[in-house]
């Protein structure tokens, strides 16, 4: 625990801290006006806490309720404040918050500018660093500040070389100010737009950025007046005197009170981003009002891009409850499924209660049924998507798309309406994604099972030696490439009657695609070779759990599959990275009894069937078999020595 100090003290910052402040400060950004509305909607954050801890805790305001957001430009000086007379914080809360911004996730933020070869301003709102978007127009940035309760305010500078100070002051209010002393080049009239101390400069970037900002944001206006006589009239040769003007700037107006129909995409788009401190547009608007039993207005909103979190379990994203306009929680997690976690936005219900615990609502039965008709809107906002803009459902895919799969397989009671909207790639086209619908209707007739190969990409399943026989008869394929694709497809089990079938699981289901005698020529086979595939399985011998004669390979010598009893090969390898190595797969090695290296398999064994060389080719098909999985040899070295040895004799 960080101990305060009437001294003045020098630290320095984080290290990654010192690189973002870096790029910060040298970096080219597109759009610098944004501090302002970063730092304005911190202030709003520090209000809207204080406003809710007030409400079992009227202490805290100490005899102020008029909250307010000020901001003050000084030529003079050349510098630019802005104080409001929210929470507040401690010392400790200063270093912890301002010094060190580790968990805003700073080490991510660098990582993606390194990924995107350039600096983007966008990022900024993603990563939780608004309070440092100040270093991009201030060549000094002081904040001072109090919280409700303490003797003495908290005072920190810094000027963005990797260091800051810190030390007690006098503060006779509650709240924080921020003094940003600007860079030359953003008090200069020569560039008007960029001129952040021109009053109608800023008043134009608050309507801009910030006019739903619910609490007053004022700023002092002088004007020159000439007296006025008894009857009201202008004396006009009196000398001009200065008049000072307190004026609001934004309207407060709170937008999801308003009829959607005389809203604008734009002005949406603004709300959206002040709220939610983002820099792109939304990706889709829902704004709806219910009557009734249940009564709310809502506005949800689905990102353009997910946040660099939004697959960590310390995600903190959720829906804003708001009463008759005023804000009562941020973050509620509960209203939605956790697959649909990635709307923003609020809902607004006269029957919030002002004072109420997550433990209540969680058992409120009117929260329950907002969000279950929450759901249903999005889930139908979804579906209209994916039939009538396929491009912008796709991008939402590409972004949340493993959230939709996760919850298949997570809520078991929902993965019948969230089949629908399943996008996988498949063999029957290299560009295009699939529904299970549009699979199934390409389906001949005779195909009773929906095919599906697992692989890291799409090239390493097409080159898995089960996919032989598919391509062949030109049966399609999905391709699952991401982690959880096989939990879902597991979890669904079938689509419209229809099972799930791995190109590498049991037997391929090709009775009805087959050739009539194509089953009958696989079991004499396997009858013929029945000694055979006996010493391969003795060979290999918990290794595998049967070696039988293929019927899915044409060129390839081998290939190992699972039962459908058990997990297959691609979850047994999923589960042991997730420290689940108990979990394995019945092995079975596959044999192409066309090719030529089973013949000289079979006439080793024939020969002398407990001879070494008989042993190594069991092992090395086996290898071999893993290799085209993906998998290492048991026995890296002894695999490579066996390989060495054949090249040997077969020179010789």
Known sequence: MTQSTTTKETREFQTETKQLLDLMIHSIYTNREIFLRELISNASDAIDKIRFEALTNHELLEENADFEIFLVPDEATKTLTISDNGMGMTYDEVVDNIGTIAKSGTKDFLDKLKDTGSPSVELIGQFGVGFYSAFMVAEKVTLITRAPGQPMGIRWESTGDGSYTIEECDKESRGTTIILTLHAEYCSSDQPAENFLNRYNLQNL????????????????????????????VIEDAPAAQVTEVRTLNSMTPLWTRNKNEITKEEYNNFYKTLFHDYEDPLEIIHSKMEGAVEYTTVLFIPAHAPFDFYQRESTSGIRLYSRNVFIMDNYKDLLPEYLRFARGLVDSP?????????????????????????????????????KDRPKYETFWKEYGRAIKSGVYANYDDRKKLQELLLFPTSHSADE?????DYTARMPETQKVIYYATGKDRAAVERLPQMELLKEKGIEVLYLLDRVDEFAIEALHDYKEKNFQSISRGDLKLDDVDAPDAKQETDKLTKDNESLLSAIKERLAGKITEAKISSRLKSSPVCLVSSDNGISLSMEQILSEMDKSGFKARRILELNPNHKVFSVLKNLHEKSPESEAFNDY????????????????DDPVSFANKVATLMAEAKE
Do not use: W
């Open 351 to 387: 029957d919030f209660s002002l004072n109420i615990s997550r433990e209540l609502l969680q058992h409120s039965s009117q929260l329950q049924k907002v969000g279950s008709n929450l759901e249903k809107s999005l889930l139908k906002t979804l579906e209209n998507m994916l039939t």
């Open 433 to 437: 994604l699939t529904t299970l619908a």
């Open 618 to 633: 069991c092992e090395l098909l086996y290898g071999q078999a893993l290799l085209m999985e993906g998998l290492a040899p």
């Open 206 to 233: 608050v309507k801009k950025y910030s006019d739903y900002i619910r609490y007053p944001i004022k700023m002092s206006f002088v004007n020159e007046e000439k007296p006025r006589d008894a009857d009201g009239k």
